[in-house]
């Protein structure tokens, strides 16, 4: 049986190599860069805004739910979010947190689901300081509403998001456009 005997050097140099290894780890698995801590946010904030059917879960509702996605926004902000349903065209935009947080709340009995999907993130910081970023991505939002129609859209998404004071991005701006030829 052989029997490994370190000297004070060796030891050193074990543990320092270790010590290497764990930074390493940290550094490139669980370190969150900014562009990273964007796309949670944006995540985040999506998952607020979707609505599952009553009885499947956790299923928050009315005034909270809204109250807590409006805090995904600047106090001042510029929404805008158009499509067309049966045939007709509308509009949903919003200039302040709290006319955001009134149009959620309102439009929100209207749906029994909305589940939406993002994709193609992509982050760009317009400073140095990586305290601002344009966000665009593809979204598909599906759901169903009051009335038992089943609907399925694609939208191209692009918002502009703030570092404020406190740590959190908020967005500053954001755009929902329809995605032609989709249906």
């Known amino acids: 049986m052989a029997v490994f005997h370190l000297n004070r050097t060796k030891w050193i140099a074990l543990i320092a190599v270790i010590l290497a290894t ?12 900014d562009a990273t801590a964007v796309r949670s946010r944006l995540r985040e904030a999506v998952s ?4 599952q059917p009553k009885g499947s879960g956790i299923n928050l509702q009315g005034a909270g ?3 807590s996605l409006g805090d995904f926004f600047t106090t001042e902000t510029d929404i ?6 049966r045939g007709q065209t509308y509009t949903m935009s919003a200039a302040t947190r709290a006319q ?7 439009m929100r009995p209207l749906l ?17 300081s990586h305290s601002e970023a344009t966000v665009k991505c593809s979204a598909m939002a599906t759901g169903t509403t009051q009335n038992a129609d089943f609907f399925r859209e694609a939208r191209m998404i692009t918002a502009e998001m703030v570092r404020e004071d406190d740590g959190e991005w908020r967005f500053s701006s954001l755009r929902a456009d329809p995605v032609i030829g989709f249906d």
């Open 112 to 128: 029994t689901s909305l589940s939406v999907s993002l994709s193609e993130i992509e982050v760009e910081f317009t400073d140095d």
């Open 48 to 51: 607020f805004a979707e609505k």
């Open 22 to 33: 764990a930074a390493a780890v940290w550094f490139f698995y669980f370190r969150t860069d």
């Open 100 to 106: 955001l947080v009134s149009s959620y709340f309102m």
């Open 80 to 85: 805008s979010i158009s499509g067309e349903s």
């Open 65 to 67: 739910v809204a109250r």
